[in-house]
T-cell receptor
Framework: GAVVSQHPSWVICKSGTSVKIECRSLDFQATTMFWYRQFPKQSLMLMATSNEGSKATYEQGVEKDKFLINHASLTLSTLTVTSAHPEDSSFYIC???????????FGPGTRLTVT | RKEVEQDPGPFNVPEGATVAFNCTYSNSASQSFFWYRQDCRKEPKLLMSVYSSGNEDGRFTAQLNRASQYISLLIRDSKLSDSATYLCVVNQRAGKSTFGDGTTLTVKP
């Protein structure tokens, strides 16, 4: 099956710093990728849809200036959490849309802890 | 009302038991349906797609009732390794997925 990687798998940073998370489709091209956030004991919440070569589409309530998304190639999307605060601590998961467009392949997730 | 609602659980069952999870969705225009499995601190993994005609994969059976906007997952002969959170996922269109909050299953020896 299709493989999606994320890097880093976990990161601890100080409040006020920025963190970049990479999402790569390893064996297929993904024109569309998604970024989700999951808090403990809650389900995945879609943050934004990332389309290669165009601006990301953000879900309601997600600050686009805080969560910067760049989908510069068909295999890479990045999420940058700017000026991170403790409330941004969460599990961030990306996914890429498969060839048939209905199946999503998830990355292993990045656990962000902001101190 | 949430777009996708699941039994909150948790379900605690002995090995060998049969367990059923239910899920309802509110958008009648939804196009495709899935069950995902998520282990603690891991990403969700596709378990199976759900069709109106029913879909069976070994011990797992998924069913869709479009008229009632209801999806089910049946697990027979539960194994310890089935312990996980099961997520009901509904796609309104290609790529627009809504996840249920998940149902936690613990299978005990």
């Amino acid at each position: 099956g299709a493989v999606v990687s994320q890097h880093p798998s976990w990161v601890i940073c100080k409040s006020g710093t920025s963190v970049k998370i990479e999402c790569r489709s390893l064996d297929f091209q993904a024109t569309t990728m998604f970024w989700y956030r999951q808090f403990p004991k809650q389900s995945l919440m879609l943050m934004a849809t990332s389309n290669e070569g165009s601006k990301a589409t953000y879900e309601q309530g997600v600050e686009k200036d805080k969560f910067l998304i760049n989908h510069a190639s068909l295999t890479l999307s990045t999420l940058t959490v700017t000026s991170a605060h403790p409330e941004d601590s969460s599990f961030y998961i990306c996914s890429a849309l498969g060839v048939f467009s209905y199946e999503q392949y998830f990355g292993p997730g990045t656990r962000l802890t902001v101190t | 009302r949430k777009e996708v609602e699941q039994d909150p659980g948790p379900f605690n069952v002995p090995e060998g038991a049969t367990v059923a999870f239910n899920c309802t969705y509110s958008n009648s225009a939804s196009q495709s349906f899935f069950w995902y499995r998520q282990d603690c601190r891991k990403e969700p993994k596709l378990l199976m797609s759900v069709y109106s005609s029913g879909n069976e994969d070994g011990r797992f059976t998924a069913q869709l009732n479009r008229a009632s906007q209801y999806i089910s997952l049946l697990i027979r002969d539960s194994k310890l390794s089935d312990s996980a959170t099961y997520l009901c996922v509904v796609n309104q269109r290609a790529g627009k997925s809504t996840f249920g909050d998940g149902t936690t299953l613990t299978v005990k020896p």
